[in-house]
């Protein structure tokens, strides 16, 4: 159980474009999704929260605008790097927790490698 | 000073012999502690999950938590070459997960 997809697991994209990238739970309604990135060697850097219905909140540094993320329903988030430059390359991760009252545990998906060339 | 600290490692040990990883925190809010395991270009693997000081047992895998010492521990005994990965210790505050930097492992037959 707890399993989190991600799609596309790898995309090259030309500099300037937009990239979409989706993260859905499987077998279980998730109340919030977190988006992280991870560069070469380091830990994972926390992006924005979604909750399903509303709004993202986005941590201290990070461009709503540039990274618009959208959580339409329990099984569905998704992340648009938006005219994306180079220095945006990095591996993009998903993480839900369930709906479960208490339960904290976050289930990762298993990334998305994106390349701007 | 971070809120979470954890040595990068790399840690290199033989087939076999047990490993012992760490973390300590500053924040003594945080109520729940986890243990991931990564590998090398995929997701985060949730090992762990405690909400308690006191030990918690999983197969090969000890989970210990030491909240009046702010301290975390993982222990795996009989480590296997396929526990060869990137660990981190997270913790729960205000629903979001604190990671620390991860500690590479590398096990060799």
């Known amino acids: 159980g707890a399993v989190v997809s991600q799609h596309p697991s790898w995309v090259i994209c030309k500099s300037g474009t937009s990239v979409k990238i989706e993260c859905r739970s499987l077998d279980f309604q998730a109340t919030t999704m977190f988006w992280y990135r991870q560069f070469p060697k380091q830990s994972l850097m926390l992006m924005a929260t979604s909750n399903e219905g509303s709004k993202a909140t986005y941590e201290q540094g990070v461009e709503k605008d540039k990274f618009l993320i959208n959580h339409a329903s329990l099984t569905l988030s998704t992340l648009t790097v938006t005219s994306a430059h180079p220095e945006d390359s990095s591996f993009y991760i998903c993480?839900?927790?369930?709906?479960?009252?208490?339960?904290?545990?976050?289930?990762f998906g298993p990334g998305t490698r994106l390349t701007v060339t | 000073q971070k809120e979470v600290e954890q040595d990068p490692g790399p840690l290199s040990v033989p087939e076999g012999a047990i490993v012992s990883l760490n973390c300590t925190y500053s924040?003594?809010?945080?109520?729940?502690f986890m243990w991931y395991r990564q590998y090398s270009r995929k997701g985060p693997e949730l090992l762990m999950y405690t909400y308690s000081s006191g030990n918690k047992e999983d197969g090969r895998f000890t989970a210990q938590v030491d909240k009046s010492s702010k301290y975390i521990s993982l222990f795996i005994r009989d480590s296997q070459p396929s526990d060869s990965a990137t660990y981190l210790c997270a913790m729960s505050g205000f629903n979001k997960l604190i990671f620390g930097a991860g500690t590479r492992l590398a096990v060799h037959p």
């Open positions: 924040n003594s809010a945080f109520q729940y």
């Open positions: 993480s839900a927790t369930s709906t479960s009252g208490g339960d904290l545990r976050q289930y």
